[in-house]
């Protein structure tokens, strides 16, 4: 009696442990994906967006004079809330880096350069033309992302415009109406897919829309910033943000 007792003791307190135990993984686990998910996706510490930024080699260099190392080559970058969001040359995955942390994967992907920031750094958006559903020659659809990195809030998760995977050919399509993102202003994203479209970046709602877009025409300041840029650069490319000619 007393042995079965004994053995019903320690089953239950081996149990009672295993509980502790997975119930601690299971929170350190959170813990983390929390962590990581907010070292870009809620903006604590905004970095300056006056002006233009630019990257030589694996270094981006900031409006204010701040310099972040990106540990690798990039083809395509926005300064938007803490640091910078970049595509490395050989991968299709967006990373972060913020000034004095390492680069973390923020989880996004994009095939071509599509990545972009609003004026102020608030929101960014990319093209994700990696991971929807395939049309019937195995080209996926292309998806419209857009962030709130002050709130932490995904505003938009939409193929408006992106045509059907049941009846159109993408590779073809979007060949054709060479999709991207248009422009980005404090209010408004605008998208180029089969048809053109429109997303407030205050309530993530879509349009269609066939109305004018905002100049890319560049200030003459900026104009002269560039060129210091490319004179402080030496030999080394020089890549600049969507919107300003590479």
Known sequence: MRGA??????????????????????????DDTDTATA????????????????????????????TIDLGERVRAFAVAGDGVFFVPTDSEDVRFAAPGAPVVDTGLAVAAFDIAASPDGRY????????????????????????DLETGEQLVDSTLGMGDPETDDFAAGYSESEIGIRAITETYLYIQGNAASRFDLATGDGEEY???????????????????AREAAGRAHVLFPHGIPR
Request: charged share 15%; net charge neutral; proline share 5%.
């Open 210 to 228: 066939a109305g004018l877009v905002p100049s890319k025409g560049l200030p003459e300041n900026l104009k002269a910033d560039i060129r210091r």
């Open 5 to 30: 007792l004994g053995a019903a003791l320690l089953a239950t307190s081996l149990a009672t442990l295993l509980a502790t135990l997975l119930a601690t993984l299971l929170a350190t686990a959170c």
């Open 124 to 147: 960014l958006a990319t093209l994700d033309t990696t991971s929807g559903d395939r049309d019937r020659f195995g080209t996926p659809q292309a998806t419209v992302l857009a962030f």
């Open 39 to 66: 070292a870009w996706r809620t903006s604590r510490d905004p970095v300056s967006t006056d002006g233009l930024a630019w990257v030589a080699g694996s270094t981006a260099h900031l409006p204010d004079g701040m």
